[in-house]
């Protein structure tokens, strides 16, 4: 299944909060949704899911237009909540008969994901009994009880310990084999890094970077190199390279212990190793410069 | 309209599991169901009552009531013991001793007779509701009229018959009995009003903390809006409606049960409250209905303003408001049934349903009038149920600072356009 935003617009009175926001997911690749807050992601989100109607744009599954009420869509929301002085079984059976399962099915669909996330023997108890974490997991139980094709993950491991984001990752790497359309939304990058494929950044209103994630941080990283010397700070070794090979290369970034250049047209990476082996620099390490989804993010998000 | 069922048993859950709610309906219930089994405990039926009239006046004989009498009108107490059983009466020889007697509480009060049209009322601490002046009167009277007809040799004991004939008057109410439907309307106002109060803002709480535990968030995009707002309007109107005619039918059949042991005082006005005619049920019905639905709509809508209960008391107010004001003036109507201010306002749908069964019950409205006002009141709930439903939508998507109304509407028409 491919599901296809395409150029959505949407306007709150005068005014216009997504300035034409198009991105593809297909199934068994998990898709981050990711931006700033207040970036448009939730307005996206709502848009998928039938609560508002753009002004304009289409959503298209496989090519035919996407009617969300005719597809199981399990959706963590960021600002999460459920009935605290309801019980957990009672709450989720709700929720999945709102959705058209019917109640017997709900019910044991519940019971087992309620197993499967280590709090079957909360299934009675009332939700405010529960610590914030195992609220966490019921939240996430309610989510995929009606085993939907497209699930929607807003920030899924805030106030996850641990050994419960583990049992969360593989939940979502289960989903993912098990070939439903993931769309990611968060703000921990590694967590990201780790399941999506593909990534698309919104920065107010507007997509500003999209693609596989992999070719992303391999374009982010052409031509540059990131090294570091032995007894230097990354500062210390900036000041002196901004003096010594100015014409071989330009800094792009000075971390704590390392810098990030960028390779002037025509220059190898072997010139640069001899011209900082010539002047005596003990190197501590050399080698291509990969981006991390963080460095990304900022550059594209950032003010 | 699976969604919609789905909806309405759950809310309909809460209420039954509801402590608050069950406490009521049993405790009200069987308040109402034992009160009125409290005359087959304590009652007694005519005859008994009949039989053992002396001696239970015996028995409930009150104080003694001097008299000290320095005109020489009252010259025995015959007279007083046959005419007022329920006094000792005790004629003593000098106003001192009468005074004493009564501060020393042996007696209740006293009358010192000073001439046949003035007397002096002793008692030691005066009452509020004390007619002992207004008893003495009527014997001071009796007396100045038998010392005259002795005085012209007539006959007292045949004169005061004449005088004291009694008489009985039959009243025939060929419209509606006022006397007899103003308890049970008076009762229906109540229901209604403690039903739209009590479960308007339940219906209002219900909405606005799904929004403050943000479960709202996931509600909408499971289900339709219109779903979630119906449901909890039509959970709201059932669980009221059940608790209402457990209560009713408690006291129902409780009075069945012991209409026998009632005196026939009592029976005749209780068996107003539960005689209510066919009409006036049929009217109640519908307007309570339809009056319901279109407050807890309003509730509803209002309550999704809001993110924090604590602010619906400020968001409800303003219809809280107008509410009330009917509820004083139906108050105020069942004075005066047919009045002009009745008449417009069961026209109008916030107060349609009070005036509406107050005119069924105590006044006159014609059929059409009752149409006319039931299908103002219909269409009226279905307007507020669609538009409640469009501001549910929009202000359960919108947290933190309370959403005023006004600016939910303008936005919804300038969406629209």
């Known amino acids: 299944m491919r599901l296809s935003v395409e150029q959505l617009h949407k306007s709150f009175g005068e005014k216009e909060v997504l300035h034409g926001i198009s991105f593809e997911v297909q199934s068994g690749r998990a898709l981050g949704l990711l931006g700033r807050n207040g970036a448009g992601k939730t307005t996206t989100i709502r848009i998928l899911m039938d609560v508002f109607k753009a002004n304009s744009g289409t959503i298209s599954l496989d090519g035919a237009p996407f009617v969300p009420s005719k597809h199981q869509i399990g959706y963590l929301p960021e600002e999460r909540g459920l009935y605290p002085k309801r019980t957990l079984i009672e709450q989720i059976v709700y929720l999945a008969g709102l959705r058209g399962m019917p109640r017997k099915q709900a019910k044991e669909s519940a019971l087992f994901w309620l197993k499967r996330l280590g709090v079957e023997e909360y299934a009675g108890k009332k939700l405010e009994t529960l610590s914030k974490g195992n609220q966490q997991k019921v939240q996430l139980a309610q989510t995929i009880v009606c085993n939907p094709e497209i699930v929607i993950l807003d920030e899924p491991f805030s106030g996850l310990d641990p050994v419960n984001s583990q049992i969360l990752k593989d939940v979502i790497q289960e989903l993912i084999e098990q070939e439903k359309i993931v769309i990611f939304s968060s703000h921990q990058m590694s967590y990201v890094e780790e399941f999506c494929d593909d990534i698309v950044i919104i920065n107010k209103g507007e997509v500003v970077l999209k693609g596989e994630l992999k070719e992303i941080k391999k374009e982010f990283g052409r031509d540059q190199l990131a090294f570091s010397v032995v007894g230097q700070s990354g500062e210390e070794l900036a000041r002196f390279c901004k003096e010594q090979f100015a014409s071989l290369f330009a800094i792009t970034q000075v971390k704590k212990d390392y810098i990030v250049i960028r390779m002037e047209q025509g220059v190898k990476k072997n010139q640069i190793l001899q011209a900082l082996l010539d002047h005596k620099l003990d190197i501590q390490r050399f080698g291509i410069y990969e981006p991390s989804l963080t460095d990304i993010f900022v550059e594209k998000a950032g003010d | ?417």
């Open chain 2, 1 to 417: 309209m699976t969604q919609l069922w789905t909806v309405i048993r759950f809310e309909l859950n809460s209420y039954f599991k509801n402590k608050g709610y069950i406490l009521a309906t049993v405790l009200l219930a069987a308040v109402l169901g034992v009160g009125l089994c409290i005359p087959r405990f304590f009652g007694e039926d005519e005859g008994t009552k009949q039989d053992g009239a002396v001696a239970s006046e015996e028995q409930g004989k009150k104080d003694s009531l001097l008299i000290f009498d320095e005109a020489g009108i009252i010259k025995d107490t015959k007279y007083l013991d046959k005419k007022y059983p329920e006094w000792t009466w005790k004629i003593v020889s000098d106003e001192k001793k009468l005074e004493d007697e009564v501060k020393a509480e042996t007696a209740e009060a006293g009358f010192v007779v000073r001439n046949a049209s003035t007397y002096d009322y002793i008692v030691n601490n005066s009452k509020m509701y004390d007619s002992n002046t207004e008893m003495f009167d009527e014997i001071l009277s009796y007396y100045n009229r038998a010392n005259y007809m002795n005085q012209n040799k007539i006959d007292v004991e045949k004169m005061e018959e004449v005088l004291n004939t009694p008489i009985v008057s039959n009243q025939k109410v060929l419209g509606k009995d006022s006397v007899r439907s103003y308890a049970y309307t008076y009762i229906l106002i109540f229901v209604i009003y403690f039903m739209i109060i009590f479960y308007g803002q339940m219906i209002a709480v219900s909405v606005t903390s799904e929004k403050s535990n943000r479960a709202i968030e996931v509600l909408i995009t499971s289900s339709k809006p219109d779903y979630l707002i119906f449901g909890k309007v039509c959970a709201g109107a059932i669980a009221s409606f059940l608790q209402i005619g457990i209560i009713l039918g408690a006291g129902l059949v409780s009075y069945r049960a012991n209409a026998s042991v009632w005196s026939s005082k009592l029976t005749g006005m209780l068996g107003s409250i539960f005689d209510i005619p066919n009409t006036v049920l049929i009217v109640f019905a519908v307007f309570v209905v339809f009056g319901f639905l279109f407050y807890s709509f309003l509730y509803a809508s209002l309550g999704a303003l809001v993110s924090k209960t604590e602010d619906i008391s400020k968001s409800v107010g303003p219809v809280m408001m107008v509410f009330i004001v009917g509820f004083m003036i139906a108050m105020f109507g069942l004075q005066e049934p047919d009045g002009m201010l009745i008449r417009i306002t069961s026209f109008i749908p916030f107060t349609a349903s009070y005036m509406m069964i107050i005119r069924t019950a105590m006044g006159t409205v014609t059929v059409v009038e009752l149409i006319v006002s039931a299908l103002i009141l219909i269409a009226s709930c279905v307007l507020t149920g669609i538009i409640g439903a469009k501001v549910y939508r929009f202000g359960t998507l919108h947290y933190g600072n309370p959403l005023k109304l006004r600016n939910v509407l303008r936005r919804l028409v300038s969406e629209k356009e």
